[in-house]
């Protein structure tokens, strides 16, 4: 979906799920993303930081953001 990229929609859109689930109590959430993915910087941004790393190589990471 290249034509929606740099918008802001999916910061927007994480960052909603991020006060939902604060707001339902979770402490934390945690995701998957491969290392190349354009959105890692994304999650980054939004908090969340790597914590592990799997795959061939690396490259995937599993990243967490405390609520």
């Known amino acids: ?3 929606h990229r740099r ?3 999916g910061e927007t859109v994480l960052r909603a ?3 939902q689930a604060r707001e339902e109590g979770f402490q934390a959430l ?3 993303v491969a290392v190349h993915n354009r959105s ?3 999650y980054q941004r939004a908090g969340f930081e790597k914590v592990s790393e799997s ?3 690396g490259d995937h990471w599993t990243m967490v ?3």
């Open 55 to 57: 795959g061939d190589g």
């Open 65 to 67: 953001a405390n609520l």
């Open 1 to 3: 979906m290249p034509l």
């Open 40 to 42: 890692r910087m994304m």
């Open 7 to 9: 918008k802001g929609i």
């Open 30 to 32: 945690s995701l998957s």
């Open 17 to 19: 799920c991020m006060v």
